[in-house]
């Protein structure tokens, strides 16, 4: 058991999120659950606590695609004892042409910068105490051969033909970025006692990924929803969930994990000089120091 420990855990209201936070309570941390909906947070709340009826568990309401619920969010953990755990792992697809009331593309807001912003405000009052950061990201083979555009961090170009399938494709750039992410916050914080790893959860029924979905790309997730062996939640969850308590991992940093076996990912999310060019204007687009 981990008694004591706290656990902070994004897009907590479903699918992996809450598998997650579920497991995470029956290992004995206390967990934050952070989601958009407050009804669907006290839902996701009962569904757990039917299953560990000893969970101890907090909601925190959060849309995490503006920047300023993420900083009021961050504000609000480090007003109480600093996280021990962080799973960052709410995601959405959305249209490249939506927009955020504060003006940035929604794919992008959600899936990185968020992530970017929360986990770089937490180091501050986390300090010198240990704690484990692990970023929910995607296969890194299937996301090869889509290379973040550096000087389009909005994917307003270059996604391709049918518009059905741009969404993704937007999506899977903000997924490198999650990986370059992790390599470039691992190696800022060497020599601290917070280890920061990413993870690909796998190809899961039940996340709610595809739900806004149009066009070849709709009928397809329908269909692997359908798929009788696909794996679930649980499933999804079991390596983050061993990445934020097993001790085979203590110490280990700035590495991307597969079913609990560390693999690479693509060239592109590991050259530096990419990395640090990503850092600096994530840093500019959420207001932070490079």
């Not at 890194?140 to 741009?166: E, H, I, K, N």
């Amino acid at each position: 058991m981990h008694q004591h420990r706290r656990a902070v855990i994004t897009g907590a209201t479903s699918g992996i999120g809450e598998a997650i936070a579920r497991l995470l309570a029956a290992e004995g941390l206390a967990v934050v659950m952070v989601g958009r909906g407050e009804e669907r947070l006290r839902q996701a709340r009962r569904r757990i606590l039917s299953a560990v009826p000893d969970a101890e568990l907090s909601l925190e309401r959060a849309d995490l695609s503006l920047l300023g619920d993420v900083r009021a969010l961050a504000e609000r953990l480090a007003a109480g004892p600093p996280p021990d755990v962080v799973v960052s792992n709410a995601a959405v697809v959305a249209d490249a042409a939506e927009l955020t009331s504060e003006g940035l593309q929604r794919t992008l807001a959600v899936n990185h910068l968020a992530p970017y912003l929360l986990l770089r405000s937490l180091v501050p009052p986390i300090g010198a105490r240990p704690a484990r950061f692990v970023v929910v990201g995607a296969s890194p083979s299937a996301l090869a051969r889509a290379p973040v555009d550096l000087a389009d961090l909005s994917s307003r170009r270059g996604l391709g033909f049918p518009p059905s399938v741009r969404p993704f494709v937007a999506y899977g750039r903000t997924k490198n970025m999650n990986a370059m992410f992790v390599y470039a916050l691992a190696r800022r914080l060497a020599g601290s006692r917070i280890t920061v790893n990413g993870v690909h959860p796998g190809i899961i029924k039940g996340t709610g990924l595809g739900r806004h979905a149009r066009g070849a790309l709709r009928v397809f997730d329908r269909l692997s929803q359908l798929r009788p062996f696909s794996p679930g939640p649980d499933d999804g969850a079991d390596t983050p969930v061993w990445l934020a308590t097993s001790p085979r991992v203590e110490g280990v940093t700035g590495r991307f994990f597969v079913r609990r076996e560390q693999v690479p990912t693509a060239p592109h999310t590991t050259d530096a000089e990419r990395c640090d060019r990503l850092w600096a204007e994530s840093a500019r687009l959420v207001g932070l120091p490079v």
